[in-house]
């Protein structure tokens, strides 16, 4: 695990902060509406406050949490969402594995050969090693990129194959209505990198978990973020 979370100069206890930013990445939550469940604790922090914690210390936070340890029978479902920013067309590329944990995300201002080999670099580099298999919808520049940088690899490139990916921009769509869009790619990148990491933390890989199971596994996760953020549990 990185470095310690240096809280210095805050006036607020880390506690605050360290909710205040799960609040903001976990929920669909604007930042005003974060000011607003605090304000409701007793706590008066401005949602300009809570906009600097989270630029400050989700990236911190997202470092400090475990990653899945990549198996050599990973499945990588890949994908790409447009996202619209001060009029301008950009591309959030995303890969997940067989069971929905997001492995990578990379804001492109192409859809091509190009940014598709970027992300698949990206991936090998991160993971350390290649998928059993690739899955991709019938975008030509997959097939392209993994030709080039994965030959050895099974790519399937079919459209009903790729929900998972699919599937998996849904939670981003849900919060760019609430944030109303991004400032700038560079907000963007900076914004999934922390919110995929908090999702894969609190959301369970795999489906038709048992109630107690799922209570188990928030409240491990729970302590996991306390732990990244250096509070006490």
Not at 12 to 30: D, G, K, M, Q, T
Request: charged share 30%; proline share 6%; net charge positive.
């Amino acid at each position: 695990m990185s470095k310690p979370v240096s809280y210095k100069r805050h006036r607020f206890p880390p506690e605050i902060i360290a909710h205040a930013v799960w609040l903001y990445f976990r929920f669909p939550l604007s930042l005003r509406l974060v000011e607003e469940m605090l304000l409701e604790r007793g706590i008066v922090v401005s949602y300009e406050t809570v906009r600097r914690w989270a630029l400050k210390f989700g990236p911190a936070y997202a470092r400090r949490l475990r990653r899945k340890r990549p198996n050599r029978r990973d499945i990588w479902h890949l994908d790409e969402v447009v996202v619209t920013i001060s009029g301008q067309k950009h591309w959030l590329w995303r890969a997940v594995d067989q069971d929905g944990y997001i492995l990578d995300e990379i804001v492109q201002d192409r859809r091509d050969t190009k940014a598709a080999k970027r992300l698949l670099k990206r991936l090998l580099r991160k993971q350390g090693r290649p998928p059993r298999r690739m899955i991709t919808d019938k975008l030509g520049s997959y097939a392209a990129a993994q030709r080039q940088i994965m030959p050895d690899v099974e790519h399937r490139s079919h459209k009903g194959l790729n929900n998972r990916a699919e599937n998996s921009h849904l939670p981003f769509r849900r919060r760019e209505r609430v944030m109303q869009g991004f400032r700038s790619p560079r907000y963007l990148q900076r914004f999934v990198s922390v919110f995929s990491a908090v999702r894969n933390l609190f959301v369970p890989s795999r489906s038709g978990r048992s109630a107690p199971a799922t209570r188990l596994h928030r409240l491990s996760a729970m302590a996991e973020w306390k732990d990244a953020a250096g509070v006490a549990t």
